[in-house]
């Protein structure tokens, strides 16, 4: 299954913007909760992305500056491009998937 907190990461990521985790969060609540994808709670969501935030941490796919206190997250181009289409390949398979599940069911 695609995971939707993944792919918001990415694409909000693959700007050339820094963002702290903050402002990050909101804007990718915001962009799954106009996809009616935002479920579990905000807490929830935010321990997810977080999560799912480090892993790109570790994966090499995005950056994090420390200054001070503050952590800067910005997404290492070559790689954010190469997640997109991983991405997209995998929700077009899911969305493929479903279309055909459907279609035996009638």
């Known amino acids: ?31 799954l909760r106009e996809r009616n994808a935002a479920s579990g709670g905000e807490e929830m969501l935010r321990l997810r992305s977080y999560e799912k935030l480090q892993g790109l941490v570790n994966q ?13 997250y910005k ?5 954010m491009i190469t997640l997109r289409a991983e991405m997209k ?3 077009a398979d899911c969305n493929q998937k479903a279309l055909a599940k459907a279609a035996a069911a009638s």
């Open 89 to 91: 390949a995998l929700r």
């Open 1 to 31: 299954m695609p995971d939707n907190i993944t792919e918001e990461l990415v694409a909000v990521l693959s700007s050339k913007a820094s963002f702290e985790f903050k402002p990050l969060f909101e804007i990718i609540l915001l962009n």
């Open 60 to 72: 090499g796919a995005v950056t994090r500056k420390v200054n001070g206190i503050t952590k800067k």
């Open 75 to 79: 997404g290492v181009a070559s790689r």
